[in-house]
C-alpha cells in the first residue's frame, strides 16, 4: 500500500477497533492543510464509548502505533490528530510506486462486469457537439474501470429503428444506391436526412411509401432489410471516422443499436402482464410504476404498448436492461445519458425493479451530463443555426492547436507538429469537457481550452512534456534513474511526493460518483505541484546525489501525468 492517508487508516484500525470494544470504527484520515494528514475519527468514537475525545485522541498518539509514521504527532482542538509524515516513512512509500508498473493503484478487490451504454448517435444523421459529453465521459469510465481490472462491455445505443426509416430507405431508393452511397460516404448524413424529411412534409405519395416500408421492415421483408443494412453501414463508417479523429475505444463490436432488441420485446411484454403489471389506459397497454406522476398530481402511466399495438420506446429499454442482466451478467450498469432522459431512465429502472429483473447488488445508474452552450449562454449552434458537428469541431481544434504550436515552437518540423496538434487539439476539447462538473452545463470557450496556462488539456500535456525535455538536456534515459533512491528533503519535493501518492484516492474519488472532473483536478493538482518543485528545487545544477534524485522524482511524476491523461482518453506529448 503506497498511499499514506490509506496506510495510516490501516494502521490505526486495530486500536480503534481495540476502543471500541472490538468493533471496527473508522479512523477518518483526511488531507490536512495544517499538517499531512488529520485524523478526525476519535470523535465520534469517544461519543460512542463515552469518553472525552481529547483524552482518546492522546491515548491513540500515546500509544506508539505511529512512531515509525510520523515525525510529529498534536491533539488539536476537541480530539483531531494532526499528523506529519516521518520523510523516511515517505520515501519508503514512493519507493514501492517507482517500482509499480501500477504506480501504486491496486486492482478492485471485488471486480465487477460493468456495462457502459455511451455515444449512441443516430443513423442518417451526422454527430453534432451534443455527442461530444457522452462519448468521452463514457469513455474515460471505461478506461478507469478497466484499468481497476473490471470487465467492461461498451455497448454503443446508436439508433437504428424506427419510423424515420420508411422514409429513409425511400428516399435512399429515389437517389438510387450508388449515388447515395457516394454522398454519404462523405459525411453528407445530415443533408441526406433532411432531404428525405422534406419530401415526407411535402409529399403524400411520399408518405404512403415510407409508412408502408415501415411495415415491410418491421415485417423482416428480405429486400427492405437489405436497403436498411446498407444505410446503417455507412452511418456506422462515418461514425468510425469521428471516433478515430476523437481518439476513444469504441468500435463496430461495441454496436448495440435498437435493433438489437426489437425481438426481444414481445417476450419482455409478456412476462409484464404475467406477473400483472400492465394494464389499459386509454387504449394503451402502461405500467404504473409507483412515486411518478404528472403535473396535475395524477399516476403517470409508462406506455409499453400504443393503441395500434406497436411497441414503445420504453419497451425496448426494458428490453435493454434484461439483456444487459440476463445475458451478459451485468453487475453494474452505467447509462452516460444526457440529463434532460433522466425521469425517463428513473422510470425503466423502477418498472425493472417492480418486475425483478433489476434487484440489489445489480445496479444500473444514470451517468447524467449538462450541455454545451456558446458564448451566448444558448445551447451551442453554428453560424446557420444548426447545431454543430461534431467533425468540424474536432478538426477546428487540430488546426487551432497547429497553430498555437508553430507559434510557441516554430523549430518544429512540419510533420512532428501535426502529430502533436492532433494530440493537443483532440486532448484539449476532451479535457475542457471532462474537467467541468458533468451534471453542470459549460461554455464552450476556443481561447480558453487551448491555454497553455491555468486548468487545461494544454498546461497537462506541456508539464509532460516539460519533465521530458529536462532528461533531453540532461542527456540521459528516464528509465535510468528509476533504481535511485528520492530523498525528500525540501518541502516541495514532499507536496509533489504526497500528490503524486494520492493518484490511487484521486482514481477511487472519480469513480465513486463517475466524475472525471475529480480526476481532472487531481492532474492539474499534480502539474502544479510539479511546478512549484521545479521552480524550487534546482534539478540539473543540484550536486548528486540530489540530482538524481530529483530526476527520479521528475520522472515519477511524468509517469503519473502520462497515465492519467491516458485514463482521460488524452496523449501526453514529449514535446510541444
Keep these: 500500500m503506497s498511499d499514506p492517508l490509506a496506510t495510516l487508516s490501516a494502521l490505526l484500525a486495530p486500536i480503534f477497533a481495540e476502543l471500541n470494544g472490538g468493533e471496527p470504527s473508522d479512523p477518518t484520515v483526511r488531507p490536512s492543510d495544517r499538517a499531512d494528514a488529520q485524523i478526525n475519527g476519535a470523535l465520534s468514537l469517544a461519543q460512542r464509548v463515552g469518553s472525552n475525545p481529547r483524552e482518546l485522541a492522546q491515548r491513540i498518539v500515546d500509544s506508539g502505533v505511529l512512531g515509525d509514521v510520523a515525525s510529529e504527532l498534536e491533539v488539536a482542538g476537541p480530539g483531531f490528530i494532526n499528523v506529519t509524515f516521518a520523510a523516511a516513512f515517505l520515501e519508503a512509500q514512493l519507493a514501492e510506486v517507482v517500482a509499480d508498473d501500477r504506480l501504486g493503484v491496486a486492482r478492485a478487490a471485488g471486480t465487477k462486469r ?120 455507412m452511418s456506422n463508417a462515418y461514425f468510425n471516422r469521428v471516433y478515430t479523429k476523437l481518439g476513444v475505444l469504441l468500435t463496430d463490436d461495441d454496436l448495440a443499436g435498437e435493433s438489437q432488441y426489437q425481438s426481444l420485446m414481445t417476450g419482455v411484454h409478456q412476462r409484464l402482464e404475467e406477473q400483472g403489471l400492465v394494464s389499459e389506459s386509454d387504449g394503451a397497454m402502461v405500467v404504473f410504476a409507483p412515486g411518478f406522476k404528472n403535473r396535475d398530481g395524477d399516476p403517470l402511466p409508462m406506455i409499453t404498448k400504443s393503441q395500434t399495438g406497436a411497441f414503445m420506446y420504453a419497451t425496448s429499454d426494458l428490453a435493454c436492461v434484461v439483456d444487459r442482466v440476463e445475458r451478459l451478467g451485468a453487475d453494474l450498469m452505467l447509462y452516460v445519458i444526457g440529463t434532460p432522459q433522466a425521469h425517463h431512465l428513473q422510470m425503466v429502472f423502477e418498472v425493472c425493479r417492480m418486475a425483478g429483473w433489476l434487484t440489489e447488488p445489480t445496479q444500473a445508474v444514470h451517468v447524467n451530463f449538462g450541455s454545451v452552450l456558446g458564448a451566448d449562454g444558448k445551447m451551442m449552434r453554428s453560424r446557420a443555426g444548426d447545431s454543430v458537428k461534431l467533425v468540424d469541431l474536432l478538426d477546428e481544434a487540430v488546426e487551432r492547436a497547429d497553430a498555437s504550436i508553430a507559434e510557441k515552437n516554430p523549430d518544429m518540423s512540419a510533420q512532428d507538429r501535426g502529430v502533436v496538434a492532433q494530440a493537443v487539439g483532440i486532448g484539449a476539447l476532451k479535457y475542457a469537457d471532462l474537467s467541468t462538473d458533468r451534471i453542470k452545463d459549460y461554455v464552450f470557450d476556443w481561447d480558453r481550452m487551448l491555454a497553455f496556462e491555468g486548468n487545461t488539456g494544454p498546461y497537462l500535456q506541456y508539464a509532460h512534456a516539460r519533465i521530458c525535455s529536462i532528461f533531453r538536456r540532461a542527456a540521459i534515459e528516464r528509465s535510468t534513474v528509476r533504481e535511485a533512491p528520492i530523498v525528500l528533503g525540501h518541502t516541495a519535493e514532499k507536496a509533489l511526493a504526497m500528490r503524486i501518492m494520492g493518484y490511487p484516492s484521486a482514481i477511487d474519488n472519480t469513480l465513486d460518483s463517475y466524475s472525471p472532473h475529480k480526476l481532472c483536478t487531481y492532474v492539474y493538482e499534480l502539474a502544479s505541484d510539479f511546478s512549484s518543485f521545479y521552480q524550487e528545487c534546482p534539478i540539473l545544477k543540484s550536486d548528486e546525489p540530489m540530482r538524481t534524485s530529483r530526476l527520479a522524482l521528475a520522472d515519477l511524476t511524468a509517469r503519473v501525468l502520462e497515465h492519467s491523461l491516458g485514463l482521460l482518453g488524452m496523449i501526453a506529448p514529449q514535446e510541444m
Design 114 to 233: 460493468v456495462v457502459v451504454d455511451y455515444s449512441a448517435p443516430n443513423v442518417a444523421k451526422e454527430m453534432h457537439v451534443g455527442h461530444l459529453r457522452s462519448t468521452v465521459i463514457g469513455d474515460s469510465l471505461v478506461r478507469m474501470m478497466e484499468f481497476l481490472g473490471h470487465t467492461v462491455s461498451r455497448e454503443n445505443h446508436i439508433g437504428d429503428w424506427g419510423r424515420p426509416f420508411g422514409m429513409l430507405i425511400e428516399h435512399l431508393l429515389d437517389l438510387g444506391e450508388d449515388v447515395a452511397s457516394e454522398g454519404l460516404s462523405q459525411g453528407d448524413l445530415d443533408g441526406f436526412y433532411k432531404e428525405a424529411n422534406a419530401k415526407f412534409k411535402d409529399s403524400e405519395p411520399f408518405q404512403e411509401r415510407a409508412r408502408a416500408r415501415v411495415v415491410l421492415l418491421q415485417n423482416s421483408d428480405e429486400d427492405t432489410l437489405v436497403l436498411w443494412h446498407r444505410l446503417v453501414e
